[in-house]
């Protein structure tokens, strides 16, 4: 019989190990899972690792890595920082949406004005709009307790709405022949959020993600408000004695955390994307949640995390249209990469021990 025993100290050895394992142990499944819809399993997962890295067409993916990245690590950055403080905002998803649609409304609210401080006002603009998305959640629990777990994945739904009659509505493009969807930042320069080295990929989000991988290692590392975060994460009662506001902590992690996902919004609808439509979203404020887990919380790990996870994105893509795998069976993948680590998180805490029937 297999029992589990709690070890004295979690062990920093299987803490390292699990997201390698977690990998590879997903590689194996995933392998199944396309071996059992009829295709060739070691054909489908060199697709999805090795050619958008070393393949015939590589020139072109690789710098997609660092626009499907970008988002992933920003968001992630920030769901980090409450997570390590146990404040749990699974709601990304939907102030990631707020932020887009916020900066975007700013850029077209001065269209066709060129100037060089648009931009920065659509920055701005997205940032607030995913802050005051996550505040409603952090509000309600310090005022009445509530479940940010709940509060934060629900509005996501109404995001989604506010985003579809955004479409359809407000931020239609009276130019667009009544079809849905906002006038395009392509064609609007001073509200395009450009390469900054052209055919790189990397753009102001882009940026913007290593410059939150490299301040959240500093807050957590050299600021006693990091040491509060995780203070509080992993002794809450010592925590309290120590002096830490709960309230002020519940805040500043939420509202940083949905800060930084309307940055993602606002960069990705005035960069890659182009417009609000309806269809905007992708999914990124969820799939951050596996990136933030994969990176361990620590945002050296979550930038490598972030662009594995790109890598997935972009060799998913490829799969679909050169082994017309369905992009459920991709989802799927990606899911069982959360379900291993978080699976095999287990053994970082205890052991597994092999009992003899009758041993008391």
Known sequence: MIQLEKRPQPSRLWALLTPVVAVVITMIMGGLLFGALGKN????????????????????????????????????????????AGIWNIGAEGQYILGAICGAAAGLAFYPLESVFIFPIMVIAGALGGMFWAMIPALLKVKFG??????????????????????????????????????????????????????????????????????????????????????????????RFGGVNPTRLILFCLGTSGALAGLAGLFEVSGPSGQISIDFNVGYGFTAIIVAFLGRLHPVGILLAGLLMALTYIGGEIAQANLALPAAAIQVFQGMLLFFLLALDLLTNFRLRFATKGAA
Do not use: C
């Open 41 to 84: 399993p070691v054909e489908a997962i060199r697709t999805i690792f090795y050619d958008p890295l070393f393949g015939e067409f590589s020139f072109y993916y690789r710098p997609q890595l660092l626009v499907k990245g970008g988002p992933l690590i920003l968001i992630a950055i920030g769901l980090s920082l409450g997570f390590r």
């Open 146 to 239: 509530t479940n940010e777990i709940l509060v934060s994945l629900m509005l996501v739904y109404v995001a989604e709405q506010l985003l579809a009659s955004m479409s359809l509505g407000l931020l239609k493009n009276p130019e667009g022949f009544g079809f849905p969807g906002s006038r395009n930042f392509q064609d609007y320069p001073a509200g395009h959020n450009t390469e900054i080295i052209a055919g790189s990929g990397m753009h102001w989000g882009v940026a913007a993600a290593f410059i939150a991988v490299i301040l959240a290692y500093v807050l957590l590392n050299k600021h006693i408000l990091g040491f509060n975060i995780r203070l509080t994460g992993e002794a809450p009662r010592a925590a």
